[in-house]
Nanobody, 126 residues
Framework: QVQLVESGGGLVQAGGSLRLSCVAS????????MGWFRQAPGKEREFVAG????????KNGDFVKGRVTIARDNAENTVYLRMKSLKPEDTAVYHC???????????????????WGQGTQVTVSS
């Protein structure tokens, strides 16, 4: 069992930056692939970025275009998402997700992840 708690969301002006954190509790965090998804009202959950168990593979969503960086610290059971050049359309609830244990690669669809956090709201004002 893995529990995920996100933090770092908030209100930011367009063009600004944020760093989201996701702390995991439970065993074997280092064997899980981790992902960030976002969901805006009335829209489907969208893949933002994902990272493999050892950080060797990183994938980004199609819309990202170099604006996000995902990283993990297995010693701290934490995964980070740094976002820059934020736009109003980035406004959403951002969720952290875990796929595993003993995952291979980086899934990009929500159904492949078996643990989810409650999410943290990111609001970008124009």
């Amino acid at each position: 069992q893995v529990q995920l708690v996100e933090s770092g969301g908030g209100l930011v002006q367009a063009g600004g930056s944020l760093r989201l954190s996701c702390v995991a509790s439970g065993r074997r965090f280092s064997t899980y692939a981790m992902g960030w998804f976002r969901q805006a009202p009335g829209k489907e959950r969208e893949f933002v970025a994902g990272i493999s168990w050892n950080g060797g593979i990183v994938k980004n969503g199609d819309f990202v275009k170099g604006r996000v960086t995902i990283a993990r610290d297995n010693a701290e059971n934490t995964v980070y998402l740094r976002m820059k050049s934020l736009k109003p359309e980035d406004t959403a609830v951002y969720h952290c997700a875990a796929c595993g244990p003993a995952s291979i690669g980086v899934p990009i669809t929500p159904h492949e992840y078996n643990y989810w956090g409650q999410g943290t709201q990111v609001t970008v004002s124009s």
